[in-house]
């Protein structure tokens, strides 16, 4: 079976690095992808795919019965679609031709891998025992694409599901598995400092909300050091401040925004309380006021140790061990795949696209990111070899 899928995907290569050109040349941003959906429609309906379209807004999930030895499980495979707001810089034939929009992140290779793994199932679905469901995302650059899928019935019935993402340090024909925790859970924050005016002359007369401010950022990070779990990593960063009239008018008030983002859930569970104390402390020892508003986000990829070890034993089978790499360590980056996880379990590899004969790699979301496109092929094999031999075992149930 390895042998027949690998010769079904090797032949099939050229047309696959067609579709991912195609989608390179041609991306859309999240909630935008109309073209791309209607353009993985086709390919999925010509492939003889059942297809809905318009699934969480613009997305599409193509649906393969087997027809061997009837399994009553149903496995999703996911992938994205959509890009980002980047110039690309690279040197391309088939260079972005939409001004300020890019594949910068892989989702091209993702959408392309998707296709090519249900065309490949498609031509030994005699084989196949049971059910696979192919997800074609939208949004998730904006960590929205996932619920508006699920919201839709996506993950109805779905026993496990299998997904991927592109990964610049890891050379092309390899990939990674990771037991546990793949990403970090990324939150919103906002604080709000509300303080009094005054002459900058006569700083002790008013509240300075941009020093109490400058306060709260700096506690809010010297407290991560000292209260948080060193073994359980937060990461806090504010990336926009807000505030102030005129140089010589002390701020009455100032708007903080950022991320918070950590793998373990406990912890995650416990940081809203955490900030508002911190913040509420600073500012009453100095006379302020605040305001809170803690947004959560999407929660932390945690891969099922069964189906990330399934992968790993295709993967090996397929390629060698040399070419499989069990990962140390989670990525503080978030991935909307884990709201999936809220419905089945599923796992999440690495799909390495560096060029080996290259010095750099430029990583993702970098306007000059490149990817290895052999590692399409390797993509296709990993995921339908996995989703067979799902089937042969009675994991993720």
């Known amino acids: 079976m390895l042998t027949r899928i690998k010769d079904l995907a090797t032949t099939l290569a050229p047309r696959l690095i067609e579709i991912r050109r195609h989608i390179h040349s041609h991306p859309e941003l999240s909630g935008q992808e109309y073209q791309t959906a209607a353009f993985v429609a086709g390919v999925l309906s010509s492939s003889g795919l059942h297809v809905l379209e318009g699934v969480g807004k613009t997305g599409v999930i193509g649906e393969l019965q087997g027809t061997s030895n009837k399994d009553e499980r149903l496995l999703a495979i996911r992938t994205d679609m959509d890009a980002l707001p980047i110039q690309e810089r690279t040197r391309l034939d088939f260079i972005s031709r939409a001004e300020g929009i890019m594949h910068a992140c892989g989702h091209d290779v993702h959408t392309t891998v998707g296709l090519g793994t249900a065309m490949v199932l498609s031509q030994m679905a005699e084989e196949l025992p049971g059910r696979v469901r192919f997800l074609f995302q939208p949004a998730e650059e904006i960590a929205q694409g996932a619920c508006w899928m699920v919201k839709d019935g996506a993950m109805e019935d779905v026993s496990a599901i299998l997904g991927l993402h592109v990964f610049p340090s890891i050379p092309g024909g390899s990939i990674g598995v990771r037991y546990g925790a793949l990403t970090a859970a990324a939150d919103d924050l906002e604080i709000i400092i509300i303080g009094e005016s005054g002459h900058g002359?006569?700083?002790?007369?008013a509240v300075d909300a941009i020093w109490i401010a400058a306060q709260v950022i700096t506690t809010?990070?010297?407290?991560?050091?000292?209260?948080q779990n060193?073994?359980?990593?937060?990461?806090?960063?504010?990336g926009q401040i807000n505030g102030g009239r005129a140089p010589n008018v002390i701020a009455d008030q100032v708007r903080l925004l950022g991320t918070v983002r950590s793998l373990h859930p406990e912890t995650r569970a416990n940081l809203p309380n955490w900030i508002e104390k911190i913040v509420a402390n600073v500012c009453n020892s100095y006379g302020a006021k605040y305001q809170v508003h803690y947004r959560r986000g999407v929660p932390s990829v945690q891969n099922d140790y069964e189906l990330t070890q399934l992968l790993q034993v295709a993967a090996e089978e397929a390629w060698g061990s040399d070419r499989v790499q069990v990962?140390?360590?989670p990525s503080l980056g978030a991935?909307?795949?884990s709201v999936y996880l809220e419905h089945a379990p599923g796992s999440m590899f690495r799909l390495g696209v560096g060029f080996k004969d290259k010095v750099t790699n430029h990583p993702l979301h970098h306007p000059q990111f490149e990817v290895d496109e052999s590692a399409i092929v390797t993509g296709v094999v990993t995921l339908a070899y996995t989703a067979y031999r799902f089937f042969l075992k009675k994991v993720g149930v």
Request: proline letters at 14%.
């Open 201 to 205: 002359a006569r700083p002790h007369e």
């Open 220 to 227: 809010l990070q010297q407290a991560i050091s000292r209260t």
């Open 327 to 329: 990962l140390p360590e």
């Open 230 to 238: 060193p073994l359980r990593p937060v990461v806090l960063s504010i």
């Open 335 to 337: 991935e909307d795949f």
